[in-house]
């Protein structure tokens, strides 16, 4: 099973900020990697998939990258809606379709 | 519009069997890959299973295995998750999630989640 490592756990800015979150596998997944927002209440949103495309809707300040093992997540200016857990999700070497634990960014 | 909605949550007994529903609309369902995750409190989300688009195959997490059992009824628009032998571990937020014409293992939409009690 491949381990989905998330970096920070918490990471506290102010809107206007940007935030680089990180995911890292235990083993390559290739670029097969996806990107969830998930805010109390709600139901997780498809942010980006295969490692840098973003999903149908998703506004461009949202950008991923990375292969193999590396992978960031970059948010360029945080909205206040942005505030939420993230989770990176692989689905190069399934079942299962793993889960990073999540990065909350909250309101500094 | 894309909807997902599941059904059926509720508080079981440790060791009890509960049936959890999703109600499709808005897409073609029977040309998607569909999935359950989970979600315990305090936790993040965990994978549960799958079921391709016939029906004829499925894979589970190891610790649902002999357990649980997705199914799907493409008539009804409607995907199942039955349940069986819970423990606390089960304890969480069930979502039901559509997998992507893309590739079935990104989960494009998901529901609002059902909750599932195991409780002693």
């Known amino acids: 099973e491949i381990v989905l490592t998330q970096s920070p756990a918490i990471l506290s800015l102010s809107p206007g900020e940007r935030a680089t979150l990180s995911c890292r596998a235990s083993?390559?997944?290739?670029?097969?990697l996806a990107w969830y927002q998930h805010k109390p209440g709600q139901s997780p949103r498809l942010l980006i998939y295969?490692?840098?495309n973003r999903a149908t809707g998703i506004p461009d300040r949202f950008s991923g990258r990375g292969s193999g093992t590396d992978f960031t997540l970059t948010i360029s200016s945080l909205e206040p809606e942005d505030f939420a857990v993230y989770y990176c999700?692989?689905?190069?070497?399934?079942?299962?379709?793993?889960f990073g634990q999540g990065t909350k960014v909250e309101i500094k | 519009e894309v909807h997902l909605v599941e059904s059926g949550g509720g508080l079981v007994q440790t060791g009890g069997s509960l049936r959890l529903s999703c109600a499709a609309s808005?897409?073609?369902?029977?040309?998607?890959?569909m999935n359950w995750v989970r979600q315990a409190p305090g936790k993040g989300l965990e994978w549960v299973a799958n079921?391709?688009?016939?029906?004829?195959?499925?894979r589970y997490v190891d610790s649902v295995k002999g357990r649980f059992t997705i199914s799907r009824d493409n008539a009804k628009n409607s995907l199942y998750l039955q349940m069986n032998s819970l423990g606390g571990e089960d304890s969480a937020v069930y979502y039901c999630?559509?997998?992507?014409?893309?590739?079935?293992?990104?989960?494009?939409?998901w529901g609002q989640g059902s909750l599932v009690t195991v409780s002693s």
């Open positions: 999630a559509r997998g992507s014409l893309l590739a079935a293992g990104i989960l494009d939409y």
């Open positions: 808005g897409f073609t369902f029977s040309s998607h890959w």
């Open positions: 295969d490692a840098s």
């Open positions: 999700q692989q689905r190069s070497n399934w079942p299962p379709y793993t």
């Open positions: 083993q390559s997944v290739v670029s097969y």
């Open positions: 079921i391709k688009q016939d029906g004829r195959e499925t």
